[in-house]
C-alpha cells in the first residue's frame, strides 16, 4: 500500500537546536509539498517542488526554514536555529501534477509533531 | 489570488441528523481543481474527494455528497445520517492549474462534532 513517509513523528527540542525532517513521497509522484499545521493559521504551505526542482518556498522564513530534495525518494525541511513559534505539526504530501489524465490530489504523510522548548 | 473560505469554524449536531460543510472558493484560474480532506482526531489529513472545473456534476458516495457551483464558487458538502464516527476537520482545498504553480491552497477547515 503506497504511502507518503515521514520522520520523525515526534520531536521535542530545545530553542536553537537544529531539526530535520524527512519525507519519502509515494513512488512516481514527481510533486512533493510542504505544508504546516497550527491552531492559528490552520494549513499552512510552506515549500513545493517539482520534478525535484523548488518551484515555490515563499510560504517559508527564508532566514531559518530551508528545503530540499537531494533525490527522488527523499524530502527533507530543516530548520536551524529553532524557535519555540516553529510548534507545529509539519505535513508532507505528494502527488502528480493535475491535469485531464490526473486526479491531481495530494497524499499526505502522517506528519511531524515538532515541540521547540 | 486563489483563495478558500470555510466560513462554518464549529458545527455540532446529533447524531443522525443531516449536516453540510460550506466552501467558497476564488481564483481567476480556468482550470482548477476542487477537493475535501478528512482529518479525523488521530490526525492524518485523508482525501476524500475531488471536482474539476470542467465538470460540475455533483457527486454521491454513500452518505456523502458534493455539489459543485461554478455560479457561485461553491463546493459543498454534506453527510447524511450522521455517524459519530464522522467526528472530525474537514478541509476544502484549491488546486489550480497553471503552469508552475500548482498550489493546494486550504480553507481553515469546519470542526464537525457528531454527538450520540
Known amino acids: 500500500d503506497a504511502r507518503v513517509t515521514q520522520t520523525p513523528r515526534h520531536k521535542v527540542t530545545e530553542m536553537g537546536q537544529e531539526v530535520t525532517m524527512r519525507c519519502q513521497p509515494i513512488?512516481?509522484?514527481?510533486?512533493v509539498f510542504w505544508y504546516r499545521q497550527t491552531m492559528m493559521q490552520g494549513l499552512e504551505l510552506l515549500a513545493y517542488?517539482?520534478?525535484?526542482?523548488?518551484?515555490?518556498d515563499s510560504g517559508m522564513p527564508k532566514d531559518r526554514f530551508s528545503a530540499e530534495m537531494p533525490d527522488a525518494t527523499l524530502a527533507t525541511l530543516k530548520i536551524q536555529p529553532s524557535e519555540p513559534r516553529d510548534s507545529a505539526v509539519y505535513f508532507c504530501a505528494s502527488g502528480s501534477p493535475a491535469g485531464r489524465r490526473s486526479t491531481g490530489e495530494l497524499f499526505f504523510g502522517e506528519g511531524s509533531r515538532l515541540t521547540v522548548l | 489570488a486563489q483563495k478558500v473560505t470555510q466560513a462554518q469554524t464549529e458545527i455540532s449536531v446529533v447524531e443522525k441528523e443531516d449536516v453540510t460543510l460550506d466552501c467558497v472558493y476564488e481564483?481567476?484560474?480556468?482550470?482548477?481543481?476542487l477537493f475535501w480532506y478528512k482529518q479525523p482526531p488521530s490526525g492524518e489529513l485523508v482525501f476524500l474527494i475531488r471536482r474539476n472545473s470542467f465538470d460540475e456534476q455533483n457527486e454521491i458516495s454513500g452518505r456523502y455528497s458534493w455539489n459543485f457551483q461554478k455560479s457561485t464558487s461553491s463546493f459543498n458538502f454534506t453527510i447524511t445520517a450522521s455517524q459519530v464516527v464522522d467526528s472530525a476537520v474537514y478541509f476544502c482545498a484549491l488546486r489550480a492549474l497553471i503552469q508552475g504553480a500548482q498550489k493546494l491552497v486550504f480553507g481553515q477547515g469546519t470542526r464537525l462534532t457528531i454527538n450520540p
Open positions: 481564483t481567476r484560474d480556468t482550470t482548477y481543481y
Open positions: 517542488f517539482r520534478n525535484r526542482a523548488p518551484l515555490d
Open positions: 513512488l512516481g509522484h514527481n510533486t
